[in-house]
């Protein structure tokens, strides 16, 4: 069983040792880097493209069937593992968070795709069979350029934002996804904000204030468009955040309560078993266990 919680940095899992990107044929990839079926999480963004073979995928806690062709996104510091079966190919490209923002006028860009804002239930594409040959040349292209020297950060940039618009595209043919994307700019500022305050700012109404709305119309808005109300919403982040921390068994329990800001360890508990029904410790064996059987 393993008994650490790696967070991988992008260097060590380039061949050339890039800092800001690395891509690859996926077979390769699993060949150098065996470890990685176990939970980890990455300071990097990660996709991988499956054209063969299968198993399941597990980000953040949601497990999902790997069939091809199908893209997984990962952004940094998402918890994943891999359970493979058969022969697996395809492609894998990592890139920095730094790597797109010399690039584009919008630091935040990358927010407005579906498969990056940080939901794991959207972290899934299952690449439509009419842009299926279209993503592969795109892919392609992109191992022919990661040895070329000339330009090659940016036509590589130039190739992952087609692939990143092309799927886009095809998404949101679907109405559903369409509407889902569609969503409410308050409550995507919301989300925003949450991310970047979830373990300092825990209460709706504050959040209401730094959005400039009443908690009830905060609050209005999450149940229309979420389904959930607003306190739920930042209780999932930070529930999210400690399930991350708790695989890492180099953090104690109490550790891990004070980094998330919370009063004393007792609180921590009696907050993570209303939300969960378990508490940290019997979700941390449990995770184990699973991890040991990989």
Request: aromatic fraction near 14%.
């Amino acid at each position: 069983m393993q008994t650490t919680f790696p967070r991988l940095d992008i260097g060590p899992l380039s061949e050339y040792k890039e800092d800001d990107v690395m891509i690859s044929r996926f077979e390769d990839y699993l060949k150098e880097h065996q470890n990685l079926v176990f939970p980890h999480r990455h300071n990097f963004y990660h996709l991988v493209f499956f054209t063969e073979g299968g198993g399941f995928h597990t980000i953040d806690f949601n497990h999902f069937n790997v069939y091809p062709p199908q893209i997984y996104f990962m952004i940094p510091g998402q918890v994943h593992s891999w359970d493979f079966e058969g022969e697996m190919k395809g492609y894998v490209v990592n890139f920095s968070e730094s790597f797109f923002q010399s690039f584009l006028l919008r630091p935040d860009y990358l927010d407005s795709f579906s498969f990056f804002d940080g939901d794991s239930s959207n972290n899934v594409v299952a690449v439509r069979k009419d842009i299926q040959p279209n993503i592969v040349g795109l892919f392609e292209e992109l191992l022919l350029q990661a040895g070329n020297a000339k330009f090659r950060e940016d036509i590589i940039r130039v190739l992952l934002l087609h692939i990143f618009l092309l799927l886009e595209q095809s998404n949101a043919q679907d109405k559903k996804q369409n509407a889902r994307h569609q969503q409410n700019p308050l409550i995507r500022n919301f989300q925003k904000l949450i991310e970047k305050n979830f373990t300092k700012i825990k209460q709706p109404g504050e959040y209401a204030d730094l959005l400039h709305v009443t908690p009830n119309h905060l609050n209005a808005l999450c149940k229309e468009h979420l389904s959930l109300q607003a306190g739920a919403v930042i209780r999932n982040r930070i529930v999210l955040e400690a399930k991350r921390l708790l695989i890492n068994l180099d953090f104690t329990v109490s550790e891990i309560a004070y980094k998330l800001n919370f009063n004393d360890n007792s609180y921590f508990t009696r907050f993570f078993k209303k939300e969960t029904g378990m508490t940290p410790e019997v979700f941390r064996a449990k995770s184990a266990n699973h991890s040991a059987k990989l």
